[in-house]
């Protein structure tokens, strides 16, 4: 993983030619200017229909507050300044379909408040599939103590998040590559305590990409939509939850929206006792 002559935060994905990477690093600012057709971004783990409600237009501390979310008001300015960036990138890519603030509120804020409660003080954490910047974003803005970074595989989003980054000055690294050259062994990249998740693959796909490298990362903390039992399904089927625990930490309805999110985590499965290990003589 090399730094990128653009700033502190940027990273560039391993194997890129160094004497390359001041034009690479030019082009793909330019490339951002462009507005190209994307992949379609999938809806979150639990959007339901995507209708407006009464507070779509408020600002952003009443709908939180309508949630009972509790922000200070420093928090509430970064959160806005953010939607402001990701909402505005957004008429160029393809990042978001939460574009009212009620859904920026109850779906994004809610769901990374959620995660936010299950990461303990001062982890390391990767985000997996940033997209916009959700929930690794929020997270960085709420929760100072972690130190936050972003993995995005597409370089064009990877670019946007450098730049809402950098604009808001927040101390995060984006790792413009996939998870799995990010984790892999001799890759640059800290070893992670946590890594998060939102709307990025089913279960079994996660543990193809990152089994291989179980010994850079400690837990898996997914936020996922009622195809998670399912997806728990095909991963055993494929045999890839074998030595790794799955549980699931908690469930909620979003605040405007019947369906349910659970968050789920993967650890390495302990060893079992050493008096239970092997046949009775
Ligand atoms: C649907 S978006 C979700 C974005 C964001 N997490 C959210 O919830 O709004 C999934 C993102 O994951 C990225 N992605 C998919 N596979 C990846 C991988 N192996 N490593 C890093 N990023 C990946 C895609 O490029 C895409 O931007």
């Given at each position: ?19 390359r ?32 409600g ?16 509790e ?35 109850t ?13 303990p ?63 892999e ?29 179980h ?6 903390l ?11 399904a ?48």
């Amino acid at each position: 993983m090399r730094q990128l002559p653009g700033g502190p935060g940027a990273c560039f994905a391993p194997g890129a030619d160094a004497s390359r990477l001041a034009d690479i690093y030019s082009a793909r600012r330019r490339e951002i200017r462009l507005t190209t057709p994307e992949e379609p971004t999938a809806d979150t783990p639990a959007d339901g229909p995507l209708s407006d409600g009464p507070l779509a237009d408020a600002p952003l501390a009443e709908v939180a507050a309508s949630c009972g979310l509790e922000l200070t008001p420093a928090q509430v300015t970064r959160l806005d300044a953010y939607r402001k960036l990701l909402w505005s990138w957004n008429e160029k890519l393809n990042l978001t379909r939460h574009t009212t603030m009620e859904k920026f509120v109850t779906r994004d804020l809610f769901d990374t408040i959620q995660l936010s409660a299950l990461i303990p003080e001062g982890e390391t954490v990767l985000d997996v599939g940033s997209g916009g910047g959700v929930p690794g974003i929020p997270l960085a803005i709420l929760r100072p103590d972690l130190t936050v970074r972003l993995c995005e595989s597409v370089n064009k989003k990877a670019n946007v998040l450098f730049d809402i980054v950098e604009q808001l000055g927040l101390n995060v690294t984006v790792y413009a590559a996939r998870v799995e050259a990010v984790v892999e062994r001799g890759s640059q990249a800290p070893r992670f305590d946590t890594l998060i998740a939102r709307g990025v693959a089913p279960l079994w796909k996660f543990m193809f990409w990152l089994r291989p490298h179980h010994e850079r990362w400690g837990r898996l903390l997914l936020i996922k939509g009622p195809s998670w039992v399912d997806e728990r399904a095909e991963a055993r089927h494929r045999g890839l939850m074998k030595g790794f625990e799955l549980r699931r930490l908690a469930e909620y309805e979003g605040p405007r929206n019947a369906a349910i999110t659970t968050l789920l985590t993967v650890t390495r499965a302990e060893a079992p006792a050493a008096g239970k290990r092997g046949k009775k003589r």
